[in-house]
């Protein structure tokens, strides 16, 4: 199943199940274009991981972590698919990261790796976006990681056995590709990133873990068009702006 969560004509907020590309709620079907695609949860808070593919420390000149690199993005950092994204001021560099967001089914606390697929709901896209200016110059990330709209997400939620172990995840920018990779070329994988992250936090219903991204991040410009798309999910496209 593909859940979408949106803004019908009406203003009525809805989650839909996408299918043949239209979206289904009760005895209704819309288009794409004729509604809000919101983001597809809404999380207390996304937990991110760092450094998490090995080509993507080799670019960045760092070693693979002993054990997965955290930090959180809190809600304000949402934005759905189709979202115009307005850049920060006065930065040099604001740079795109694909990655597979993991999407967390009810609450869960001390949570096993044996155990772990059972709490979640499916998975997404989501766009890492990341102020360098900042974030090369503190060490907890809020200004880096946490600005208003860093993390678009969307523009569905997949179950999870519906997405191949190996998809494929890219990030495209005016339709070149940047990036491109698999998702079983995870250092720690979902399950042990579960394990590690609800030893510490407890994770609620719609939390998103975004699972790292791979090499090739590069900087967003104004008027750039950036497409997400990991295979067996779909596409999270967004413009941005200065």
């Not at 289904?24 to 949860?41: A, C, M, Q, S, V």
């Not at 189709?82 to 990261?97: A, V």
């Not at 191949?164 to 940047?178: L, Q, R, S, Y």
Request: proline share 6%; charged share 30%; with cysteine.
């Amino acid at each position: 199943m593909s859940r979408v969560r949106f803004k019908d004509p009406a203003g009525s907020i809805r989650i839909g199940e996408l299918k043949d590309g239209m979206i289904e709620f009760g005895n209704r079907t819309y288009r794409f274009e004729d509604i809000d695609i919101l983001p597809p949860t809404r999380p207390t808070k996304l937990v991110c991981i760092g450094l998490n593919y090995q080509d993507h420390a080799e670019e960045t000149g760092r070693d693979i972590p002993d054990r997965p690199k955290l930090f959180l993005k809190p809600p304000n950092t949402l934005a759905g698919h189709g979202d115009t994204i307005q850049l920060l001021k006065d930065k040099e560099r604001i740079d795109h990261e694909a990655e597979l967001g993991v999407v967390i089914d009810r609450q869960c606390k001390s949570v096993s790796k044996e155990n772990a697929m059972d709490f979640v709901m499916g998975f997404t896209c989501v766009n890492d976006l990341s102020n360098r200016d900042d974030q090369r110059q503190e060490q907890n990330w809020v200004r880096g990681k946490a600005f208003d709209n860093a993390a678009p997400v969307g523009p569905v939620i997949v179950d999870s056995d519906k997405v191949p172990k190996d998809a494929e995840i890219k990030a495209e920018v005016n339709g070149e590709i940047k990036q491109k990779s698999s998702i079983d070329e995870l250092v720690f994988s979902i399950p042990e990133l579960i394990e590690e992250i609800s030893s510490y936090l407890t994770l609620e219903r719609g939390d998103i873990i975004s699972t790292g991204t791979p090499s090739g991040v590069g900087p967003i410009e104004d008027g750039d068009k950036v497409t997400i798309s990991i295979e067996g999910i779909g596409s999270l496209v967004n413009h941005f702006k200065k």
